[in-house]
C-alpha cells in the first residue's frame, strides 16, 4: 500500500493526475479577471455585461458542487469526473469560438462544474492513499487551487498583452483540461460503490436558489447599489430560501447536506476559514493588479506596469513558491496539525496585507506582500482538507469538501466585489484613477480576514483542548506523558 493505491496505480501518479483537474478549477476562473476590459472591447458590451463572465461561473458552481460531490458520494467519483471534464471541455471551445456574449455565458457555465473536480478528488485520495500520505496529498492537490489562480493570470498576460484577443487565453484552459480528461480516464480507479442512499435533488434545487440569490448580490452590488431593492430583496430571499432548505433537509432521511454538518464546530472551524481565505486571495490578486498597473506619473503610485509584466514580475513568485511551499506544508499538517499550520499560514497573511498597506513604494516590497500573503493561503489550502476530512464520515467526504469550496467561493466573489467598491469609491476625477488610500483599504480588508482566520484557527484549538479535558485526555496523559496527538489541533 506504500507504493501503490488500492487500484494499482503509484500515489505520485494519483496525485499528479488529480492536481492537474483542480488546477482547472482555478485556471478557468482567474483567467478572465485581466480579460474583462478586452472581453467589453471585443464584443461591444458593457463593463457591467461583461462581469457577468465571472458571475456566470459563480452561479452554475454555487448550484452545481455541493451536488456532484453527493454524487459522487454515492455513484462513483470516476464517472462524475470524467463528466466534469468533458462538459469543462465543451464549455471551453464553446468559450473559443462563439463571438457572442450569451453563448460566452453559456460556455461560463459549463466550466462552472469544475468546482465539482475538487471534492471529488479529496475523496479519491482518502479512500485509495494510506493515512501516512494523505496529509501531504491532500496539501498538493488542494495547493493547486492557489496555483491555477495565478497560471491564469500570468496566462492571459502572456496571450492576450495588452491589445490581444481574450480568446487566445482559453486555449490554454482548453488544453489542460483535454489532458485531465485523458489522465483520468487512464489513471482514475473503478471502485464497487458501497454507500446507500439517494440524491436529493429537491435539496439540491432549493440550495442551489439559496445560494444564487445570496451571490447575486455579492457579485453584483457594486453595479446595484448595496441599498437598492434588487440587493436587499435578493439578500433577504437568501436568508428566507436557505431557512427553508433546512427545515427541508431536516425532514429527509438521506438530506443532500445534514444539517448538523453544518453547526457541527468542526466544519465551521474550516468554512469560516475558508470563506476569510476566498476574500483574502482576491483581495491580493486585485490590489496588486491595479496598483502596480498605476501610472506613477499621473497617479503618484504604482509602477506603470503593462499586463504581463504585472502578472509574471509581481504574481508569478507567489505561484511558484506556493509550488515549492505546498509538500511541505502536508508534512507540516501532518506534524504539529491542521489548525496551527492555518493559524501560522495566516499570520503570514497579516504581516504580507500590513506591508502592502504602509510599505508599497518599492517593487520589491509589494513582490514580498505578494509572496506572504500567497504563502497564506496555500497553506490554508493545505490545511482545510484535513480539518473537513477529519470531521466527517467517508461518505460524506465529497459533499463536505463542496460546502467548503461554496464557502471559498463565496469569499472569492465578496473579497472581489469588496476591493472593486472601494477601488471604485476612491477615483479621483481629475485623474481618472482610484487614490492611493484605496489600496492601503483593500490590504487592510485583506488583514481583517487573515487576521479572522487566525482567530477561528486559535478558538477551534481552545476548543479541542476543552474537549480533550472533558473526555479525560488528562487520565491518558498521566500515564503517558502528555496528552495524545491530535491531527486537527496538533495537541499533545
Known amino acids: 500500500m506504500s507504493d501503490t493505491t488500492a487500484a494499482g496505480t503509484r500515489p505520485a501518479v494519483l496525485v499528479g493526475a488529480l492536481s492537474l483537474g483542480v488546477t482547472t478549477v482555478a485556471l478557468l476562473q482567474s483567467l ?9 472591447e471585443q464584443l461591444g458590451v458593457s463593463a457591467g455585461a461583461a462581469g457577468w463572465v465571472l458571475t456566470a461561473n459563480l452561479l452554475a458552481a454555487a448550484v452545481l458542487t455541493p451536488m456532484l460531490g453527493r454524487l459522487g458520494d454515492l455513484r462513483g467519483e470516476r464517472p462524475v469526473i ?7 471541455s465543451l464549455g471551453t471551445l464553446l468559450a473559443i469560438v462563439t463571438e457572442s456574449l450569451p453563448l460566452l455565458l453559456v460556455a461560463r457555465v459549463l466550466q462552472g462544474a469544475s468546482y465539482g473536480l475538487f471534492p471529488l478528488s479529496m475523496s479519491v485520495l482518502r479512500r485509495e492513499l494510506p493515512a501516512a500520505r494523505l496529509g501531504v496529498a491532500m496539501a498538493v492537490v488542494s495547493s493547486t487551487l492557489a496555483v491555477g489562480g495565478v497560471v491564469g493570470l500570468v496566462t492571459t498576460g502572456l496571450l492576450t498583452g495588452d491589445d490581444g484577443d481574450y480568446r487566445n487565453a482559453f486555449w490554454v484552459g482548453l488544453g489542460v483540461a483535454l489532458a ?7 489513471l482514475l480507479p473503478h471502485r464497487r460503490v458501497t454507500t446507500t442512499g439517494r440524491i436529493d435533488w429537491w435539496g439540491a434545487l432549493v440550495l442551489g436558489l439559496g445560494l444564487v440569490l445570496l451571490l447575486l448580490p455579492v457579485s453584483q452590488g457594486h453595479l446595484w447599489g448595496w441599498g437598492s431593492p434588487a440587493t ?16 427541508l433537509e431536516r425532514r429527509l432521511a438521506d438530506p443532500l447536506v445534514r444539517p448538523a454538518m453544518l453547526t457541527d464546530r468542526r466544519t465551521v472551524v474550516p468554512n469560516i476559514a475558508g470563506l476569510m481565505t476566498g476574500i483574502a486571495l482576491f483581495a491580493s490578486f486585485l490590489a496588486v493588479l491595479e496598483y502596480v498597473q498605476s501610472p506613477p506619473e499621473v497617479t503618484g503610485y504604482g509602477f506603470g506596469a503593462g499586463v504581463l509584466e504585472a502578472a509574471v514580475v509581481y504574481l508569478l513568485p507567489g505561484g511558484i513558491a506556493a509550488i515549492l511551499l505546498a509538500p511541505f506544508a502536508g508534512r507540516v499538517v501532518g506534524r504539529f496539525g491542521a489548525l496551527p499550520t492555518l493559524m501560522a499560514g495566516a499570520a503570514s497573511g497579516v504581516a504580507g496585507f500590513a506591508l502592502l498597506a504602509g510599505l508599497r513604494g518599492e517593487p520589491w516590497l509589494v513582490i514580498l506582500a505578494g509572496l506572504l500573503t500567497q504563502m497564506a493561503v496555500t497553506v ?20 463536505a469538501n463542496a460546502v467548503n469550496s461554496i464557502a471559498r467561493a463565496v469569499g472569492q466573489a465578496l473579497g472581489s466585489t469588496l476591493a472593486v467598491t472601494l477601488i471604485a469609491a476612491s477615483l479621483d476625477p481629475d485623474t481618472g484613477y482610484p487614490r492611493a488610500i484605496a489600496f492601503t483599504l483593500v490590504a487592510l480588508m485583506g488583514a481583517g480576514a487573515s487576521a479572522a482566520v487566525v482567530a477561528v484557527a486559535l478558538l477551534g484549538m481552545r476548543s479541542d483542548r476543552r474537549s480533550a479535558r472533558r473526555h479525560g485526555d488528562d487520565v491518558d496523559a498521566a500515564t503517558a506523558g502528555g496528552p495524545e496527538w491530535s491531527p486537527v489541533s496538533g495537541l499533545r
Open 82 to 88: 470524467l463528466g466534469i471534464l468533458v462538459a469543462v
Open 180 to 186: 485531465s480528461l485523458v489522465l483520468a480516464a487512464w
Open 232 to 247: 436587499i430583496g435578493c439578500l433577504a430571499g437568501s436568508v428566507a430560501v436557505l431557512a427553508g432548505w433546512v427545515v
Open 32 to 40: 478572465v479577471v485581466p480579460a474583462l476590459g478586452r472581453i467589453e
Open 380 to 399: 490554508a489550502y493545505a490545511a482545510l482538507p484535513a480539518l473537513v476530512v477529519e470531521a466527517v464520515r467517508e461518505d460524506e467526504t465529497g459533499v
